[in-house]
Structures are given as C-alpha cells and as structure tokens.
C-alpha cells in the first residue's frame, strides 16, 4: 500500500509540474532568474569549442546567410554570434582554412570583394544580390581593376584554352577580281602619212594573226610617186659621175618621211624604177583586231587602215580595295586565275600601282605582267587574283580568336596564372592565315585566352573591368 501510494503522489507531482510549465508559457510570465543561465551554459556545452583570435564579424544565430560587421539582433530579438578569426571560412570552398598557407607563412583575408568584378567589397562573408557568395582577398594577393579572377571550376567548365604569343613570319593571301587587257606597248596601228588609194587588201581578216613584214595592203599615191621618182633619178645620175652624198640622203630622207616601207625602198634602188604602187607590210606580229581598210578606198593622212596586236605579254589589271593597297608593292607574286579556264593558273608580278582611286567603287588597280605564248588569255576576260602578302620578318601574332573587337578598339585576355585574367588594349596590324599581328600591347612571354573569352566575359563580368580600364585611360 505505502509503494502504491508513493507512486500515485509522483504522477500528481509530475502532472502539476506540467500544467504550471502551460500555464507559465501561455501567460508570458516571468522566468526565474536560474533558467536563463542554465539554458546558456546547456546551449554553450553543446556547440564546438569557442574560437581564438579577436572577432572579425557577426554571424546569424539561426545559421542563416546573414553577417554583420557589428553587433546586431535579428526581428525576433536574438543576439548575432561573434565569429573569432580561427572560425573564418571561404565560401567557394568551405573546407578550407580561411588562411593560405605561403612561403611567407599563413595569409590573413584582407576584405571579400563582389564575385561578379563589380566594385563592392565586405570586411565580412556575404552573398550578393544573386545568392553568390563573396570571395575572399588575401593579404599580399595582387588585387587591381583590371584583373579578373575565376575558379579553376569554372574555367575547367567553361573550356578556357590559352596559347603563348608567336613571333613568326605572317602572310596572307590577297584575292581580288580584274579583268585582262592588251599591252599598251605591244599595239600598232597603220595609217598613211601622205594622201593614197588602197589598190587591194590581201587576204587578212580581223581577228586573223600576221607576221612582222607579212603584205596587207598594196598602196598608191601621188606624193608618194614623186617621192620615188626622185630617189629614182638621183640613183641613176651616179652613171654619169659622181653624186654628192647629200642628194642622195636628201632624195631617201623623203621617202622615210612618208614612211615608205624599208623593204620598198630597198626594190627602188634594186630595181631602179618607179613602182606604181607600193606593197604595205604589217609592223609586227600579232593578232589583227581592226581592218579598216578596203579595196580601191582613199585614205587620208592619219587614217587607221590597220590596228594589230601583240598577245605573247598581256597585262592583268587587279581591283584591290582601298584598305588593302598598302599590303602591296611592286614585284609581289601574283597567281592569276580565269573563271573560263577552271583548274589553270598564270603566275607573274606586279609591274604598278596605279596613282589614283576609283571614287566611285573605292578601289585601287595593279597591273600585272603574264606571260601568253599559246594565246590562252584573251583581252577583257574576267580573272580572279591571288597575291601573297606579308614579309620575312618575323612579327608577334596571336589567333584572330584571341582579340576581341568592339570596332572602336581591339581587346586580348592575358592569361596571368591561377585564373587570373587581364583585358589588355593591343593594336592590329595585318591579318592573314588566321593570325593578327599585334603591334602593340602584348610581349613574346605573355599568353592570351584564345577559346570561351567571351564566356570569361560573361562569367567573371569582363565588361565592368573594361569600363574601368576606359575610365582610367579618360582620365586627364
């Protein structure tokens, strides 16, 4: 009896305990003093050991992503935790220590700057606006406004790829249209210095090929029989003694000035007899593009009877633009090209640079010299040219990937190690084989960011640092 009675007094005890521990609760009465602290030393003894070193910021009670620089509560009134310098963590690799270790000895976080580039720091940990968690600058760590820092998780997800600057010989390959055209040089015409009558034209035709001293024409005229009798006469006074040498070079003279043919004069002073008509050779060999001449027809003095061309050197007249003409200069290789003819090719050299621009089409011309011993190459043909630029001297080059253009200026990512980047202002000079030159702005030693820069852009916000490297360079 006295075991159950103990027993039953135990559970009435328990159960008003509990029932004063509701009503307590309910009616926000008072805690004695004892509890507060008892709770404390509970909560002490079960967290990890405290931390050493002075206090660097304060934490959420509540493990939420929230710090303070200062002491501070949250809305339901309770105290942040101090966080002591041994406590300090990276939020990118939270298990890491929060100092580096170096030659030097550890390393102590100076700052935490914004994860995007943007110019904003924190002395303590925090997220930005996109939940992305502040990195930290260690003491001694180069830190400017130009260099962008990126994990190697990142860079390892984003396919970075770097390539050392080359100094290298850089060519390019120049292509251009133009069109063939006959040589200045090589053209002939026949025409008449005196008044005369074509008698007959031999068998000659436009388009058909002579040979330098082949008859084209028989010719008669006044002036030019006179002229022959002349000759004739002085000739023929040598039998009766001696002529002075200066008739008779007087009496040949007229007759080249009329332009006689050598060969006519020559069967004047074999013959000794006044021809009635005269035979007219072509000047050279070519291929007759103009026959005006007909039979019994009277030509003028200045008259073209005749127009006859050279083919076995042709010139091929290049349109380059305007931006490329200072790429060229006299004596390059040219590989010429013509649409009609697929599969050959004409190889020959710049012989000019024409002095003017085409206003209209903002061109530049140059002439090239082809050899056309078989006739292959015909005047007005379109043509397609390949010129080969660049020099010997070796220059700095990086692949066109490489530069970022914005159209106003060239931008190249220097890959500094450790995933640091550094958006450096270079300038361009020729390109070609997928390579540009850089003339300045960049050494022999420094490598560039050739593969995923724009995503280096995008991931590590590329364009503030630009923006500040703008600003610094605007400034007076």
Same mark, same amino acid.
């Given at each position: 009896?006295?075991?159950?009675?103990?027993?039953? /007094?135990?559970?009435?005890? %328990?159960?008003?305990?509990?029932?004063?521990?509701?009503?307590?609760?309910?009616?926000?009465?008072?805690?004695?003093?004892?509890?507060?602290?008892?709770?404390?030393?509970?909560?002490?003894?079960?967290?990890?050991?405290?931390?050493?070193?002075?206090?660097? *910021?304060?934490?959420?009670?509540?493990?939420?992503?929230?710090?303070?620089?200062?002491?501070?509560?949250?809305?339901?009134?309770?105290?942040?935790?101090?966080?002591?310098?041994?406590?300090?963590?990276?939020?990118?690799?939270?298990?890491?220590?929060?100092?580096?270790?170096?030659?030097?000895?550890?390393?102590?976080?100076?700052?935490?700057?914004?994860?995007?580039? %943007?110019?904003?720091?924190?002395?303590?940990?925090?997220?930005?606006?996109?939940?992305?968690?502040?990195? =930290?600058?260690?003491?001694?760590?180069?830190?400017?406004?130009?260099?962008?820092?990126?994990?190697?998780?990142?860079?390892? &997800?984003?396919?970075?790829?770097? $390539?050392?600057?080359?100094?290298? =010989?850089?060519?390019?390959?120049?292509?251009?249209?133009?069109?063939?055209?006959?040589? #200045?040089?090589?053209?002939?015409?026949?025409?008449?210095?005196?008044?005369?009558?074509?008698?007959?034209?031999?068998?000659?035709?436009?388009?058909?090929?002579?040979?330098?001293?082949?008859?084209?024409?028989? /010719?008669?005229?006044?002036?030019?029989?006179?002229?022959?009798?002349?000759?004739?006469?002085? %000739?023929?006074?040598?039998?009766?003694?001696?002529?002075?040498?200066?008739? %008779?070079?007087?009496?040949?003279?007229?007759? $080249?000035?009329?332009?006689? =043919?050598?060969?006519?004069?020559?069967?004047?002073?074999?013959?000794?007899?006044?021809?009635?008509?005269?035979?007219?050779?072509?000047?050279?060999?070519?291929?007759?593009? $103009?026959?005006?001449?007909?039979?019994?027809?009277?030509?003028?003095?200045?008259?073209?009877?005749?127009?006859?061309?050279?083919?076995?050197?042709?010139?091929?007249?290049?349109?380059?633009?305007?931006?490329?003409?200072?790429?060229?200069?006299?004596?390059?290789?040219?590989?010429?090209? =013509?649409?009609?003819?697929?599969?050959?090719?004409?190889?020959?050299?710049?012989?000019?640079?024409?002095?003017?621009?085409? &206003?209209?089409?903002?061109?530049?011309?140059?002439?090239?010299?082809?050899?056309?011993?078989?006739?292959?190459?015909?005047?007005?043909? *379109?043509?397609?040219?390949?010129?080969?630029?660049?020099?010997?001297?070796?220059?700095?080059?990086?692949?066109?990937?490489?530069?970022?253009?914005?159209?106003?200026?060239?931008?190249?990512?220097?890959?500094?190690?450790?995933?640091?980047?550094?958006?450096?202002?270079?300038?361009?000079?020729?390109?070609?084989?997928?390579?540009? #030159?850089?003339?300045?702005?960049?050494?022999?030693?420094?490598?560039?960011?050739?593969?995923?820069?724009?995503? /280096?852009?995008? #991931?590590?916000?590329?364009?503030?640092?630009?923006?500040?490297?703008?600003?610094?360079?605007?400034?007076?």
């Amino acid at each position: 009896m006295k075991a159950m009675f103990r027993s039953l /007094i135990l559970v009435f005890a %328990l159960a008003g305990v509990g029932i004063v521990g509701v009503m307590a609760g309910r009616s926000n009465l008072a805690l004695p003093d004892w509890l507060p602290g008892a709770r404390a030393s509970v909560a002490k003894a079960s967290t990890e050991p405290a931390g050493s070193g002075p206090i660097i *910021y304060y934490r959420d009670p509540d493990g939420l992503s929230a710090f303070s620089a200062v002491p501070a509560k949250t809305a339901a009134g309770k105290d942040y935790l101090p966080v002591r310098a041994s406590e300090d963590f990276q939020f990118e690799k939270p298990q890491a220590a929060p100092e580096q270790a170096g030659a030097a000895g550890p390393k102590r976080i100076k700052f935490y700057r914004n994860p995007m580039g %943007l110019p904003d720091t924190s002395p303590s940990p925090k997220k930005d606006s996109m939940g992305m968690d502040y990195l =930290p600058v260690f003491d001694g760590e180069e830190e400017d406004g130009n260099t962008v820092k990126v994990s190697a998780g990142k860079l390892q &997800k984003a396919g970075v790829r770097s $390539e050392p600057v080359e100094l290298a =010989p850089l060519s390019m390959q120049l292509r251009a249209p133009g069109t063939i055209q006959l040589d #200045e040089r090589r053209v002939s015409v026949v025409a008449l210095r005196f008044e005369g009558f074509v008698e007959a034209v031999e068998n000659v035709t436009t388009g058909g090929t002579v040979r330098k001293g082949q008859p084209l024409m028989r /010719i008669y005229g006044p002036a030019l029989s006179s002229a022959a009798a002349e000759y004739v006469s002085v %000739l023929n006074g040598r039998t009766e003694g001696a002529i002075p040498a200066q008739a %008779l070079k007087g009496a040949r003279r007229r007759l $080249e000035n009329l332009a006689v =043919p050598d060969s006519a004069v020559s069967a004047i002073e074999r013959t000794r007899e006044v021809p009635v008509a005269i035979t007219w050779p072509a000047p050279q060999d070519g291929v007759i593009l $103009e026959r005006a001449a007909v039979n019994g027809m009277r030509a003028a003095p200045g008259d073209v009877l005749f127009r006859v061309a050279d083919t076995s050197v042709i010139w091929a007249q290049i349109d380059l633009a305007e931006r490329d003409l200072a790429m060229v200069a006299v004596g390059q290789d040219v590989t010429v090209s =013509p649409r009609g003819m697929r599969g050959k090719t004409f190889d020959g050299k710049i012989a000019l640079i024409y002095p003017q621009i085409n &206003k209209e089409t903002r061109t530049g011309r140059v002439r090239v010299e082809l050899a056309n011993p078989d006739g292959a190459l015909m005047p007005d043909m *379109y043509v397609e040219a390949q010129i080969a630029t660049g020099a010997d001297k070796p220059v700095l080059s990086v692949p066109d990937s490489a530069v970022i253009d914005s159209g106003a200026r060239q931008v190249v990512l220097i890959d500094k190690g450790e995933g640091r980047f550094e958006p450096r202002a270079v300038k361009i000079g020729q390109r070609g084989a997928g390579r540009a #030159e850089i003339m300045e702005g960049v050494a022999a030693e420094d490598k560039v960011v050739v593969s995923a820069n724009f995503l /280096i852009d995008a #991931e590590s916000n590329l364009k503030a640092a630009l923006q500040g490297l703008d600003s610094g360079e605007k400034q007076p």
